[in-house]
Structures are given as C-alpha cells and as structure tokens.
C-alpha cells in the first residue's frame, strides 16, 4: 500500500515538473490561455489574441531592469507595428519577500501613456505569473500565432543588450511559419 502511495506521489511529482518545464521553456505543444486585468478592470485572455505572434513581458514597476526594458520592448513593438505581433507589459508583483513591485493604475496608465506601442495589463496578485513557473522578473516568453510557447523563455535581463534585435529574428522567423 505504501509503496503504491510512494509510487502514484512520485509520478505526479515527476508530471508537474514536466508540465512546467515544457512552459518554461517553451517546449510544450498546448496553447497556453492565461487572464489578466487590462487597466480599466477588464479581463482579457490571451486567447483573445490568437492569429499574432505574442512577446509577454512579466515584470514590475519596481525593479530596475524594468526601466531598461521597457523602452526596448517600445523598440521592438514599434519595429513589428502594422505586422500580426503584440508586445504586452504584464505587470506583476514579485514572488520574493520584501520586494517593492506594485505598481498603481496611475502609475501604469503613466507607463501606458509613455510606451504607447505596448499593450499593458496586471497581474496584481503574481497569480498569473506562478502559473509560469519562473520566479524572476523579467520573464519574456514568446508565442506563435496558435498560442504556442517558441523556444526557451528568456529571464532576466542584460541592461546593455538590445533586445529589439535579439528578438527580432525569432519573431521574423515565427511569423514566417504560420
């Protein structure tokens, strides 16, 4: 009986790091549907946007990086503007103690305003963002245009990078294929 227990724990054990390893790192075939709050309170679905190649950013007001990445995620929406591609800001408040990372409606409808080529919503409870299995912000993951996570996520990152040019060619290259 015990070794039945043992047996049936494991293999869950094992499905569970399986299914968040494929999400993370973008390996798995299912098409990922995850809500989020747009700014006015509404709830928008990623599904919503099926038929465009999707670059999330999972991050937060608070951390500085975000003031690196936001322009360069400005950068690389405006570069695929008028092309089947949404960039989407998802603020969200990080899982570590102690971090400082809620951003206010104002504060974002600020962002919003600034960074007019991204679309941003909230994840005010970093529920959404758990579902990921990351817990470093930023998280960037790509999905094709069925929804489908494209290559490995990227976390973190690098202040002297451009990431307008980094992504560009996964994203030419994934517009391509469907």
């Avoid at 494929?22 to 075939?29: E, K, S, W």
């Avoid at 549907?33 to 465009?52: C, H, I, P, V």
Wanted: proline content about 3%.
């Amino acid at each position: 009986m015990i070794t039945n227990l043992k047996k049936t724990l494991l293999l869950t054990i094992m499905l569970i790091v399986i299914f968040i390893c494929q999400l993370v790192y973008g390996q798995t075939t299912n098409n990922i549907d995850l809500s989020f709050k747009s700014l006015n309170g509404e709830t928008l679905n990623l599904s919503q946007f099926r038929g465009q190649v999707l670059v999330i950013s999972f991050s937060a007001k608070g951390i500085p990086l975000a003031q690196t990445e936001l322009p360069q995620l400005e950068r690389l929406a405006t570069k695929f503007a008028g092309q089947d591609v949404k960039v989407i800001w998802i603020s969200t408040n990080s899982l570590k103690p102690k971090a400082n990372s809620f951003a206010s409606t104002a504060e974002l409808q600020n962002i919003a305003n600034q960074y007019s080529h991204l679309i941003i919503l909230r994840d005010l409870e970093g529920t959404v963002f758990q579902q990921t299995g990351s817990d470093t912000l930023p998280t960037i993951f790509i999905l094709d245009k069925s929804g489908r996570s494209v290559g490995r996520a990227r976390v973190g990152i690098d202040p002297q990078a451009n990431l307008a040019n980094d992504l560009s060619p996964i994203i030419t290259q994934t517009l391509s294929r469907n």
